[in-house]
């Protein structure tokens, strides 16, 4: 069974710019949820998704969004980068359960 | 406020010996508790979890021990190998959740663990 994909891997962006980061959840799974890691503040929750749906959201600013689709596959974009958006942005499926299958992640860079 | 709680930043044991990873956390409404293993450029791997109504939990070489009083919970590794050097995340849940809610993981900052051959 193939693992949750994320694409692209590596992003370089400079300020105001926006980037669009897509997921693909293992085959079956009907939640979708983004994380972003960085060295201070270690995993934070951003949003989650199941059908479709926003079912969750963390304190993240309003720049953050994502999106569902029907097949499951998911979006985020940040608008207007700030240099502190520097990251790497987690994507996890789950069917769902408390058991979540994390991809590798993408790295964005802001300069 | 940091909810969940790994105040080692890193640790380095023998291999072969036992690695104890410690995580604290504030929340009282946590009720399942999870670590998480992850190495460079990959995504966290779930790798053993506990629900509140156990005080331990058991995987091969893998312990996970839960003290609710002392809102506390450890990981041990029993014997430690090389292969398991990385950064070891725990992670909670708060109680109320169902089979088919929405699963909002608070995570620790992690702690670096190295397996000295």
């Known amino acids: 069974k193939a693992g949750v994909t994320q694409t692209p891997r590596y992003l370089i962006k400079t300020r105001g710019q926006q980037v669009t980061l897509s997921c693909s959840p293992i085959?079956?799974?009907?939640?979708v949820s983004w994380y972003q890691q960085t060295p201070g503040q270690g995993l934070q929750f951003l949003f989650e998704?199941?059908?479709?749906?926003?079912?969750n959201k963390g304190n993240f600013p309003g720049r953050f969004s994502g999106r569902q689709f029907s097949n499951s596959r998911s979006e985020m974009n940040v608008s207007t980068l700030e240099l502190g958006d520097s990251a790497l942005y987690l994507c996890?499926?789950?069917?769902?359960?408390?058991?979540?299958?994390f991809g590798s992640g993408t790295q964005l860079s802001v300069l | 406020d940091q909810q969940v709680k790994q105040n080692s930043p890193s640790l380095s044991v023998q291999e072969g010996r036992i690695s104890i990873l410690n995580c604290d956390y504030t929340n009282s409404m946590f009720d399942y508790f999870l670590w998480y293993k992850k190495y460079p450029a990959e995504g966290p791997t779930f790798l053993i979890s506990?629900?509140?109504?156990?005080d331990k939990n058991e995987d091969g070489r893998f312990t996970v021990f839960l003290n609710k009083s002392a809102k506390h919970l450890s990981l041990h590794i029993v014997p430690s190998q090389p292969g398991d050097s990385a950064v070891y995340f725990c992670?909670?849940?708060?109680?109320?959740?169902?089979?088919?809610?929405?699963?909002?993981?608070?995570f620790g900052k992690g702690t670096k663990l190295s397996v000295i051959p």
């Open positions: 992670a909670a849940i708060p109680g109320g959740y169902s089979g088919a809610g929405s699963y909002q993981l608070t």
């Open positions: 506990i629900s509140s109504i156990k």
């Open positions: 996890a499926s789950s069917f769902p359960s408390e058991k979540l299958f």
């Open positions: 998704y199941f059908s479709e749906t926003q079912r």
């Open positions: 085959s079956g799974h009907r939640s």
